[in-house]
């Protein structure tokens, strides 16, 4: 209940962003990283928040000492990778839990073919494996405020 109206006050507040919860994949040995809920304007393709999360996991996998240059991140939602052309608000209208957030999840592929469980776990196989350019309009919520 606390999520819902977090949501609707979100999306009151803010009809052009789409509210997400951004969290590692339960069996993916990368990072959490330290920003779980981000709020991205509708017109975002998956592939630049994507981008942005991989700069997350970049973040904290320096102050961790984790990941290398050799992995891929790829996004999951409801077990499946969306297509990085896709619009967030797309992603979102066919996909939005019941409390007004949109959940993704995110795992690795080694590029050299050595695959984590968070890709088989999630859905097999990814179908996209491209980056996009950064979006500074993305913002993480703080609070349930968005930081400037």
């Known amino acids: 209940a606390k999520r819902q109206a977090e949501a609707q006050e979100i999306l ?3 009809p052009d962003r789409v509210p997400i919860i ?3 994949s339960a069996r993916s040995d990368l990072p959490q990283i330290s920003k779980r809920k981000f709020l991205v ?3 975002m393709h998956v592939g630049e928040f994507k981008y942005v999360i991989h700069k997350h996991i970049q973040q904290t996998a320096a102050q961790e000492g984790k990941v290398g240059p050799d992995q891929t991140i790829y996004l999951f ?3 499946t990778s969306p297509r990085t052309t896709a619009y967030m608000s797309e992603v979102y209208d066919a996909h939005r839990d ?3 957030f949109l959940y993704i999840t995110y795992g690795a592929e080694n590029t050299l073919g050595e695959e984590s469980l968070a890709v088989r776990r999630d859905s097999g196989a990814p179908r996209v494996a491209e980056e996009a ?4 309009a993305v ?3 703080v609070a349930g405020r ?3």
């Open 12 to 14: 009151v507040k803010y």
């Open 22 to 24: 951004c969290e590692r």
């Open 41 to 43: 304007p509708s017109t």
């Open 77 to 79: 939602v409801a077990g």
């Open 98 to 100: 019941a409390d007004g």
């Open 133 to 136: 350019e950064a979006s500074p």
């Open 139 to 141: 913002a993480p919520l």
């Open 146 to 148: 968005r930081r400037s």
